[in-house]
């Protein structure tokens, strides 16, 4: 009997462990971010890319910090191009924002049209938690 009971009560630890979610589990893939074009800048030293992100949701709709580095680099016979930048997410409210952020190029060379790859790592922070993304290099088309 005792150790039925003791059974049924493990179970039931276990079952409601299973059932409720931990705390930060949900805040740990609450931010994402999605580039869907990357268009020359002038002079070809620089690179809008655009795009959508969501985080949160926070109570405020809005994070009490955070930023997402971004980066975009072609490689063409060998020589590798470069450009870097960051955006500031300003709502935090769990919806798809859309986003525009030029990328400055680092080292005078220039881009051309044609493939290439962007990276992203960044954090939010608010009420809920901390929220981190990072997206491995990703193909993207540079167009003009």
Do not use: H
């Amino acid at each position: 009997m005792r150790r039925a009971a003791r059974t049924t009560v493990t179970v039931l630890l276990a079952l409601t462990a299973a059932l409720i979610p931990a705390t930060g589990a949900a805040a740990a893939t609450g931010l994402t971010v999605t580039a869907d074009t990357a268009t020359l800048g002038p002079q070809r030293t620089s690179v809008v890319l655009a795009g959508t992100y969501s985080c949160g949701p926070f109570a405020s709709g809005r994070p009490d910090r955070g930023v997402i580095d971004l980066t975009v680099q072609q490689t063409r016979m060998g020589d590798t191009v470069t450009a870097i930048g960051y955006l500031e997410p300003a709502v935090c409210d769990g919806s798809e924002q859309p986003f525009a952020v030029t990328l400055t190029g680092t080292g005078g060379k220039r881009f051309q049209r044609g493939a290439a790859t962007w990276t992203a790592s960044g954090y939010v922070e608010g009420d809920t938690g901390l929220q981190n993304v990072n997206v491995l290099p990703t193909p993207i088309v540079l167009t003009k």
